[in-house]
């Protein structure tokens, strides 16, 4: 369940700000399991009712907090050419995969969502939401030629961003910009043969 909708400045959006930065330092620093609302509460200095009452527990403040950072995340960079494009997008991902907070943040929401559905779905309707925000770079790219008809947009997308949150969960050393440039480059090659169009099923339809 995520927070309410709140006026611009007002004191609702100023206490959604302040519990979902304690929610996000929390999970940063202990996971999942050490995400109690009463701490969320005692540190963004409001009442144990509000933070229950609102988000009801801890779901409902990840799924909050996943809600923001969708929200607030860069907008889509169009460089004119799907490489570049692609490039752009590597390298969001890896900057904020590599930023100490968000790094860990991210390992604990992915660890929890392994195990709590409400988490799984909140964080599946993030990724859903970055996806749609660059999803049109490759329908550009269809359009200019550079992309062959049928490729499916969400599957390139999280192409580019599959290596690096996997370099994220199984790496100890931090991702490099040689990093995003691999995997846009695989990427955008994987397109440009065909990988990503979309196949027919028999008798029509896709698959």
């Known amino acids: 369940m995520s927070g309410p909708t709140e006026r611009p400045g007002g004191r609702t959006a100023r206490v959604r700000r302040d519990v979902l930065r304690a929610t996000g330092d929390i999970l940063a620093e202990g996971g999942f399991e050490a ?25 409902g403040l990840v799924a909050d907090l996943l809600t923001q950072m969708a929200d607030d995340s860069v907008p889509r960079t169009e460089t004119g050419g799907l490489l570049g494009d692609l490039e752009a997008q590597a390298s969001l991902v890896r900057r904020t995969l590599s930023d100490p907070r968000q790094g860990r943040l991210f390992k604990a929401v992915i660890a929890a969502a392994t195990c709590d559905d409400g988490t799984a779905a909140a964080l599946q309707r993030f990724y859903d939401a970055r996806t749609a925000e660059w999803a049109p770079c490759v329908e550009a790219a269809v359009e200019r030629g550079e992309a062959p008809a049928g490729t499916d947009p969400a599957a390139v997308i999280r192409a580019v961003s599959a290596p690096l949150y996997y370099g994220l969960l199984t790496r100890t050393e931090p991702l490099t910009g040689h990093d995003a440039r691999a995997a846009a480059h695989a990427a955008d090659a994987a397109v440009r043969a065909g990988v990503f169009v979309r196949a027919e099923r028999p008798g029509g339809g896709e698959r």
């Not at 701490?39 to 229950?52: I, K, L, M, Q």
């Open 35 to 59: 995400l109690d609302p009463a701490e969320v509460a005692r540190r963004a200095d409001v009442g144990r009712t509000t933070v229950y009452r609102r988000w009801r527990g801890p779901t």
